[in-house]
């Protein structure tokens, strides 16, 4: 089957810090581009950073540009996302999704929730 | 970055009837546009990608058309589970953008 299941959400403090992962099974993971998409409390999708096969080219909204570091492990065939110097507006639901700049997202996981408060 | 405004914003139908969904671009995307479905509590489906082209599983009565610019999402004869939000999204340039959304509520 495939599937995409994150892991790492929860609640952190202003400032600080959270990785999450994305475990990727049921397709080449080292063939597909892999991006994370936010979603705010009842708000529309946010796309956040995109990472392509081999990890050497990343791209970043500039609402986390600086903060958020996409990278990948193929090897584990997972995705992880980095942030660093959380602030309250980083609350949302972040998926990872298969795709990117190539690609559409069609394989997306079940999202993670980060909730940003002290 | 490239704008991408739906309209409606919410569309009232009943189940049976034909519901046309608008995607318009800030500039070009050529056919670099997906749609995505999303009910509540569950992560977005892909329904179209690359403007016209339904994603695996998606039942015909979904199609999408359009290039450019303007873009179009068709249901033609909504059923129950139809009721939804729906996104475009392009992946012309970075950075990658969504659509504000299109809630499909009963009528």
């Known amino acids: 089957e495939v599937q995409l299941l994150e892991s790492g959400g929860g609640l952190v403090q202003p400032g600080g810090s959270l990785r999450l992962s994305c475990a990727a099974s049921?397709?080449?993971?080292?063939?597909?581009?892999m991006t994370w998409v936010r979603q705010g409390p009842g708000k529309g999708l946010e796309w956040v950073s995109s990472?392509?096969?081999?990890?050497?080219?990343?791209y970043y909204a500039d609402s986390v540009q600086g903060r958020f570091i996409i990278s990948r492990d193929n090897s584990k065939n997972t995705l992880y996302l980095q942030m660093n110097s959380l602030r309250a507006d980083d609350t949302a639901v972040y998926y990872c999704?298969?795709?990117?700049?190539?690609?559409?997202?069609?394989?997306w996981g079940q999202g993670t929730m980060i909730t940003v408060s002290s | 970055e490239i704008v991408l405004t739906q309209s409606p914003a919410t569309l009232s139908l009943s189940p049976g009837e034909r519901a046309t969904l608008s995607c318009r671009a800030s500039?070009?995307?050529?056919?670099?546009l997906a749609w995505y479905q999303q009910k509540p509590g569950q992560a977005p489906r892909l329904l179209i990608y690359?403007?016209?082209n339904r994603a695996t599983g998606i039942p015909a009565r979904f199609s999408g058309s359009g290039s450019g610019t303007d873009f179009t999402l068709t249901i033609s004869g909504l059923e129950p589970e139809d009721f939804a939000l729906y996104y475009c999204?392009?992946?012309?340039?970075?950075?990658?953008?969504f659509g504000g959304g299109t809630k499909v509520e009963i009528k």
């Open positions: 999204q392009q992946r012309t340039n970075w950075p990658l953008t």
């Open positions: 500039q070009s995307v050529g056919t670099s």
């Open positions: 690359d403007a016209s």
């Open positions: 049921g397709f080449t993971f080292n063939s597909h581009a």
């Open positions: 990472i392509n096969l081999v990890g050497g080219a990343t």
């Open positions: 999704a298969k795709g990117a700049g190539n690609e559409a997202f069609d394989i």
